[in-house]
């Protein structure tokens, strides 16, 4: 990736889906309250959401020039940004 916005898209691309799986494990089934030390947890076990590749996420994290930390913090913000219209939409498109 060259662009800011293509490196951006290439961290979290991998990511989300992590954070999406980890979400759904959660009593909350949300992103709401999921925390960073959290998600690490499940980062760390290769077998929780093993499509997802670990090496992606960390080389995504390195073409930002970002700790994953951050990667993950900055990831979770932006979901949680956008949780509740996604809910919105999914519940109107499944009454459907």
Known sequence: PEHEMEKVLFAVDELTGLIGAAARMRPSKSVMDMEV???KKKFK???FAAGCSRDVI???AETLGWELNKLFEE???AM???EEH???EMEAYTKN
């Open 37 to 39: 030390s959290s998600l």
């Open 45 to 47: 076990d290769k077998k």
């Open 58 to 60: 960390k080389q995504g």
């Open 75 to 77: 990831a979770i913000l």
């Open 80 to 82: 949680r940004s956008c």
């Open 86 to 88: 996604i809910n919105n």
